[in-house]
């Protein structure tokens, strides 16, 4: 019995988590303006992508205590379980990694970005306190 009751706490644990993944995966990615926003996101990102890699871990752990304890009873009870959980992590892991990568390509560009604008910046910035500096004259 105590068998059972393992493999459902960690069946109740992985669902948590899955939920929570969902919740947090919910809707459009947000685009932001700044860098450390961007930055911010794309860690969030990688820490649930991460986080989803690990889970992998415990599906596999989960299906081998089911493996063990399906000859002593319902198998197809375990059997839908298990196969709803792994398409639901599947879907997770996938959209995860997808935003993941967008994320990191984004924050790239934009750095890419943001080092070819700075001079130019910086240009304007000069010229517009020599402009000061001449009218003070």
């Not at 860690?43 to 493996?67: G, K, P």
């Not at 000859?71 to 996938?94: C, F, N, P, W, Y």
Request: positive net charge; glycine residues 2%.
């Amino acid at each position: 019995m105590s068998r059972w009751s393992g493999l459902e706490e960690a069946r109740d644990a992985l669902k948590k988590w899955l939920t929570d993944a969902e919740v947090l995966l919910a809707g459009d990615m947000q685009l932001h303006t700044t860098l450390d926003e961007k930055r911010a996101q794309l860690q969030s990102y990688r820490a649930v992508l991460l986080d989803a890699q690990q889970h992998t871990q415990q599906l596999a752990q989960l299906r081998e205590r089911a493996d063990f304890l399906r000859e002593t009873g319902d198998s197809r009870a375990i059997d839908q379980t298990l196969s709803v959980l792994t398409d639901q992590h599947a879907s997770v892991l996938k959209r995860v990694q997808v935003r993941s990568y967008c994320k990191k390509t984004l924050f790239a560009q934009f750095v890419t970005w943001d080092q070819a604008v700075r001079p130019v910046r910086r240009f304007g910035i000069f010229r517009v306190a020599i402009q000061s500096e001449c009218s003070n004259i």
